[in-house]
């Protein structure tokens, strides 16, 4: 296919339905998007994950802990994740969900970008990084249990 269909929309479609999706199938939490709000989120983890290739982004996804919990044991058949062990099972979490936009994405664009692997750490992230992204784009999701808020910025080679 060609690459020229990989569009903003097409893309922000792909990891909204991607968060939606696999968070029900394989953490067994339902989350709703919501609208994006700049309002702080408290107790906060922020993972990380970086692409490169056709598609170069880096996409920061912070949670409540009470989110973490609930997604590391709905990944643990409902039972409860040693502390120590909640970012290892976030962290696979969003390999799985970016892993699978990202397959979407390579599909359509015809070429491939690979992910680093996920960083997890306790407070917000601060960019740091000197890239500089063409496109951005916010979601909100909420959940019985807390908020998710993912911010991605990227830039789609064509070439």
């Known amino acids: 296919m060609k690459n020229s269909i990989v569009t903003m929309s097409t893309i922000e479609n792909i990891f909204n339905q991607s968060f939606v999706d696999i968070t029900k199938k394989v953490a067994l939490l339902d989350i709703i998007e919501e609208t994006p709000t700049h309002s702080e989120i408290e107790d906060l ?6 692409t490169n ?9 912070t949670m409540h802990e ?12 409902g ?16 390999n799985i969900v970016c892993g699978n936009a990202l397959t979407q994405i390579n599909n359509l664009a015809g070429k491939a970008s ?11 992230y601060q960019k740091n990084e000197e890239v500089e992204y063409e496109q951005m784009i916010e ?7 807390g908020l998710i808020r993912v911010n991605m ?4 080679s064509s070439s």
């Open 153 to 156: 910025e990227y830039t789609f």
């Open 45 to 50: 983890y922020s993972g990380i994950i970086i």
């Open 114 to 124: 690979r992910l680093s692997v996920p960083v997890i750490i306790k407070g917000p």
């Open 139 to 145: 979601f909100n999701f909420s959940s019985w249990y």
């Open 53 to 61: 290739g056709v598609y170069n982004s880096i996409l920061i996804c």
């Open 66 to 77: 009470s989110v973490m919990k609930e997604i590391s044991k709905g990944m643990n058949n």
């Open 79 to 94: 039972k409860k994740v040693d502390s120590e062990d909640i970012e290892l099972y976030v962290g696979e979490y969003l």
